[in-house]
């Protein structure tokens, strides 16, 4: 999920509402015993690359990014609490009064258990984006799918918000986003998931129910996946 998808309407920080609501879809999933681990992004309160173009070093930014990341998870785990869910902070970072460091054996004992299990920090390293902490965790912990929730519903042929001709993908290969240049994740997440045969729904997760339809079969988004 990117941290921007959390300002609802706002400029900066955190819409309870759209927290709420993301909440209730990702209890829609759980319910149906779903096991279901988060990644979420940070660019709703700091991005280091924005960072580093106002002179600040990279590293120094990449790292107050993962904190970033680690206060939307904090604020998604109270969300998901909130309505009955049982739930994991695990943080690549140690920050041990409020997360789990990460450890694979245990967060997958605690998706076996039931648990919403949220990954905070990124991959815990600087020059890595939240897509990489995203594919790595995935494939870290076995999973059978990587959901990114955006603000676009799938894949276009170019920007659907600038180029109103832009058409959009039902599925895709690997090997089509790499030749066609696409923007789904950055490549080093990208080319990740490829290796690992991990495919990737890019989908609007603003929209109520798209998240159960995907869990149930329907066709939402663009699927990318080898061919």
Do not use: W
């Amino acid at each position: 999920m990117s941290g921007e998808a959390l300002m609802g309407d706002k400029q900066f920080g955190i819409d309870n509402g759209r927290l709420a609501q993301y909440a209730k879809e990702i209890k829609t999933i759980v319910d149906k015993g779903v096991e279901c681990a988060i990644v979420i992004g940070g660019g709703n309160i700091f991005r280091g690359v924005q960072a580093e173009e106002g002179g600040m070093e990279r590293t120094q930014g990449d790292y107050m990014g993962m904190l970033a990341t680690v206060i939307n998870a904090m604020a998604l785990q109270s969300s998901l609490e909130s309505v009955g869910i049982d739930t994991r902070l695990q943080s690549a970072i140690e920050l041990k009064q409020i997360a789990e460091s990460f450890i694979r054996r245990r967060a997958m004992r605690h998706l076996e258990k039931g648990r919403v299990v949220i990954f905070g920090g990124g991959t815990g390293s600087p020059f890595f984006t939240t897509d990489s902490a995203a594919a790595l965790r995935a494939v870290e912990i076995e999973a059978d799918v990587i959901l990114k929730g955006t603000r676009v519903d799938g894949i276009y042929t170019s920007d659907p918000e600038k180029d109103p001709s832009a058409t959009r993908y039902d599925d895709i290969s690997f090997n089509e986003v790499y030749e066609k240049g696409l923007k789904v994740m950055d490549m080093t997440a990208f080319t990740l998931c490829n290796e690992n045969d991990l495919p990737i729904v890019v989908f609007d997760m603003n929209k109520e129910g798209n998240l159960q339809k995907i869990i149930d079969g329907e066709k939402v988004g663009t699927t990318v996946k080898s061919k």
